[in-house]
């Protein structure tokens, strides 16, 4: 069935390291591919997103390809900041009706 | 400047006492969504309103209802709460379309006693 499998964490950066966080999906079709992104205490925020093969999203010095070939969707960011610290979610829409399907989330921690 | 508006932020209830839980939104989207995020863990969806449509998850309870009386509100309501309710209840919207994205309040927090 429909899936996202990303990396465990928790994960601890120094500040100003280069993040990576693996995700990883199974779909029927072709969905597109979401990282969201939540503060202590808060919603879900868009981070970025990409709708097709090899689209990259990007934002906020985030980037993530789509990789169709390897069902992929890996998260980086060449300088982490101590701001960065959350927990990051890998999701699709190749759900029913084109409800998301999430991963486990990934929990950021960048000390200074 | 806020687009999804979850009220309260945090509620406390008594085990078997109703509670209903508010979703406004600004956006004017059509489809409307609940989930429940328990700690360090997915949010799991319940079910989601695409315009007056009710869709209603496999394996949510029946303990969960919800409502939408027009585009912009859509409540949640938890007939007999039990202590395994107890999470945060996260509120989204979207247009619905195969690329749009999904927008998030900032969640209830919701405590059994």
């Known amino acids: 069935g429909d899936s996202v499998t990303q990396m465990e964490g928790p994960v601890t950066l120094s500040e100003e390291a280069f993040l990576t966080i693996n995700c990883t999906y199974t779909?029927?079709?072709?969905?597109?591919l979401f990282w969201y992104v939540q503060y202590p205490g808060e919603g879900l925020q868009l981070l970025l997103k990409a709708t097709k093969a090899d689209d990259k999203g990007s934002n906020k010095g985030f980037e993530a390809t789509y990789r169709k070939e390897t069902t992929s969707f890996h998260l980086e960011k060449g300088s982490v900041q101590v701001s960065d610290s959350a927990v990051y979610f890998c999701?699709?829409?190749?759900?029913?009706?084109?409800?998301?399907?999430f991963g486990k989330g990934t929990k950021l921690s960048v000390k200074p | 400047d806020a687009m999804v508006i979850q009220n309260p932020r945090y509620q406390v209830t008594q085990f078997g006492k109703p509670v209903t839980l508010s979703c406004s939104q600004t956006?004017?989207?059509?489809?409307m969504y609940w989930y429940q995020q328990k700690s360090s863990q997915a949010p799991k969806l319940l079910f989601h309103y695409y315009d007056k449509d009710f869709n209603n998850e496999a394996d949510t309870p029946d303990n969960f209802q919800s409502r939408r009386p027009n585009t912009s509100f859509c409540f949640l309501d938890i007939r007999s709460p039990g202590l395994g309710d107890a999470a945060m209840y996260l509120c989204a919207t979207s247009w619905g379309g195969p690329d749009q994205p999904q927008h998030f309040g900032d969640g209830t927090r919701l405590s059994i006693l």
């Open positions: 956006l004017n989207h059509n489809v």
């Open positions: 779909a029927t079709g072709y969905p597109s």
């Open positions: 999701a699709h829409n190749g759900g029913s009706q084109g409800n998301l399907i």
